[in-house]
DNA sequence: GTCTATATACTGATAGAC
DNA sequence: GTCTATCAGTATATAGAC
């Protein structure tokens, strides 16, 4: 792997477990065993390196999400095969986690890419949670966006319960509950 | 206001802003107008002072929370009432939020409160839930222990969606969706 | 491309005067 | 209780040699 690429995968990791204020360019140089001048020469900079590792990190999730979204089933049962996936709960998401710093927010080149993320998210769900009406599968009670914005977002704040109580249970616990939810709703 | 009392208050806004990591004595003392010498001399230091504004935050939370949870209506009109309350989304959650600070996570001191809140928040909730259902309010089908993590996780992660889109809207239609999901499980 | 030197400002605290 | 001085270490680069 190059110096380059060493330096993206680095701020990678370093992004997701401890997010972009704590993490500086001395950790990520550390990582990647590159030098101080080696960073400086192919990235501009701390936020020049950020924007391409999560940019990296978005293309991969949404890649691997629309996998699973696009594979074979039912509706209901790609949003499970979604809501179900093997994850590293305990590290959280490594999009959202970004919408917590305060130095991402607070800088576009960095916000742009995790609100992308989020929009494609929640309309790639909408459309399957539509289908799914359209289908008869899913009653005609439910409306697609607000419904697709409660998985989205079950789905983010099981991470948040699963840290507090350092325990993936509490993610599993959010997660079968909207499923269930959906379940009961669905038309049989 | 006397100067310790400024300190924890300030502490409580920069932690709810910006999250611990990324702040720092210095921008506490002069939130606070205090002197360095004024901190170091009622706290031992950031630890302690972000233990003390964080109990206090968690207390607040609780009492405001229980407020709602234990007023009039019936169970579903209870927890409408909880997620449906104003709230600054744009912030997040001031507890919540700590979930994602690698620093309040690698130190038990502060973690513990966090874990409390949302240990206390999940079974009130639970304890809500299993009422309605006995009292034949909501189907008997909803288990109340995934049901009440699904409706915590929703709310923690409405904040993450309505951060990431810079706009409250998210954040509303997340809870909407989930509680239209309730709502349809309600025995009517 | 990578290295070392240098720089300004900040972090989180301690020491001791007032 | 509050203030100023001081400190070792880090954050985030820039400069210029190799």
Redesign the interface.
């Known amino acids: 792997m190059s110096t380059r690429e060493r330096l993206i995968e680095s701020t990678r990791t370093l992004l997701w477990?401890?997010?972009y204020?704590?993490t500086s360019p001395k950790n990520i140089q550390h990582l990647a065993e590159a030098g101080q001048g080696s960073m400086y020469h192919h990235f501009s900079g701390k936020e020049e390196l950020a924007r391409v590792a999560i940019d990296r990190t978005a293309e991969e999730m949404r890649a691997s999400v629309d996998a699973v979204l696009s594979g074979p089933g039912s509706a209901l049962e790609r949003i499970s095969a979604y809501l179900r996936r093997e994850r590293e709960v305990l590290k959280?998401c490594p999009i959202?986690?970004l919408?917590?710093?305060?130095?991402v927010?607070a800088t576009p080149m960095l916000?742009a890419p995790?609100?992308e993320?989020?929009?494609w998210l929640?309309s790639r769900l909408a459309a399957i949670v539509a289908e799914g009406v359209v289908a008869g599968e899913l009653?005609a009670?439910?409306?697609p966006?607000?419904?697709?914005?409660?998985?989205?977002?079950?789905?983010?704040?099981?991470y948040?319960?699963a840290?507090?109580?350092?325990d993936p249970a509490?993610f599993q616990?959010?997660?079968?509950?909207?499923l269930?939810?959906?379940g009961?709703?669905s038309v049989r």
């Open positions: 477990e401890r997010g204020v704590a959280g959202g986690r919408t917590q710093d305060p130095d927010m916000v995790v609100e993320t989020f929009t929640r009653s009670a439910i409306d966006v607000i419904t697709s914005a409660a998985i989205v977002a079950t789905l983010q704040g099981g948040v319960l840290r507090a109580d350092d509490a616990q959010a997660i079968e509950g909207i269930a939810l959906l009961a709703l």
